[in-house]
C-alpha cells in the first residue's frame, strides 16, 4: 500500500503570477486584424488597438505580454516599426505564412498596448537575423532618459520618457540557429 501525506500547511512559498504571462506574435491575425486594426478601422479601438480584446484581455487579468514573438522575434527589427506609420518600412514574414508586414504595430503601440492591458511589457529580442548592437539600442531606446541617439529618436517620435520594463527575452526557440550553425559531429 502507498501513502501520499500533503502538509500544505507547512509552504509559505506563492509562485509568482509572472509565470501566467501571455504572448503576443505576429501570427495569422493575432497581432493584424486582431490586437491592432488601425485607427481608420470601423471597429471600436483606440489608437488602433481594440477596445473588445483589451477589455476582454483586462478580465483575464494578465500579469505581462510578450512581444515581437516568437519565432518572428528572430527576424524582427524594431528600428522598421518606429516613426510615422507611412514611413516604416514593409517585410516579409517568413516564420508565419509569408506575407507582408507593413510594421504599423511597433514599440510605441506595443507599449500602449500593455498601458491599456495595465500589464508588465516582455519583449523578446531579435538574435536570429539581428545583431547585439541592435538590441543595445533598442534597450536605450526604450529604458533610457539622458541624452543619446536613441534616447533622443524616442522623443523625436512622440515619447518623452522612457518606458518602465523589467521582462527582456534574448531571442527565440533558438535551436534552429544552433542546428544550421553548431558543428556536426558525426558517430559511426
Known amino acids: 500500500m502507498n501513502t501520499i501525506t500533503i502538509n500544505a500547511d507547512l509552504g509559505?512559498?506563492?509562485?509568482s503570477r509572472?509565470?501566467?504571462?501571455?504572448?503576443a506574435e505576429h501570427l495569422g491575425r493575432c497581432i493584424y486584424g486582431g490586437l491592432y486594426v488601425g485607427e481608420a478601422s470601423a471597429l471600436a479601438n483606440t489608437r488602433g488597438?481594440?477596445?473588445?480584446?483589451?477589455?476582454?484581455l483586462r478580465n483575464l487579468n494578465?500579469?505581462?505580454l510578450r512581444w515581437p514573438g516568437g519565432c518572428f522575434a528572430d527576424e524582427y527589427h524594431w528600428m522598421d516599426g518606429i516613426g510615422p506609420k507611412a514611413q516604416r518600412p514593409t517585410?516579409?514574414?517568413t516564420h508565419w505564412g509569408g506575407v507582408t508586414e507593413d510594421n504599423s504595430f511597433g514599440t510605441h503601440e506595443f507599449f500602449d498596448l500593455c498601458a491599456q492591458l495595465d500589464c508588465e511589457p516582455y519583449v523578446c529580442g531579435n538574435v536570429g537575423s539581428g545583431t547585439v548592437q541592435e538590441m543595445q539600442q533598442?534597450?536605450?531606446?526604450?529604458?533610457?532618459?539622458?541624452?543619446?541617439?536613441?534616447?533622443?529618436?524616442?522623443?523625436?517620435?512622440?515619447?518623452?520618457?522612457?518606458w518602465r520594463i523589467q521582462y527582456w527575452g534574448v531571442g527565440n526557440e533558438n535551436l534552429g540557429l544552433r542546428r544550421q550553425y553548431a558543428p556536426r559531429i558525426l558517430c559511426r
Open 12 to 15: 509559505n512559498q506563492s509562485i
Open 18 to 23: 509572472h509565470i501566467y504571462g501571455h504572448f
Open 49 to 56: 488597438i481594440r477596445n473588445d480584446i483589451v477589455a476582454a
Open 62 to 64: 494578465i500579469p505581462n
Open 91 to 93: 517585410m516579409i514574414n
Open 138 to 162: 533598442w534597450v536605450e531606446y526604450i529604458t533610457f532618459d539622458g541624452v543619446s541617439p536613441m534616447a533622443d529618436l524616442r522623443r523625436q517620435n512622440g515619447r518623452a520618457e522612457p
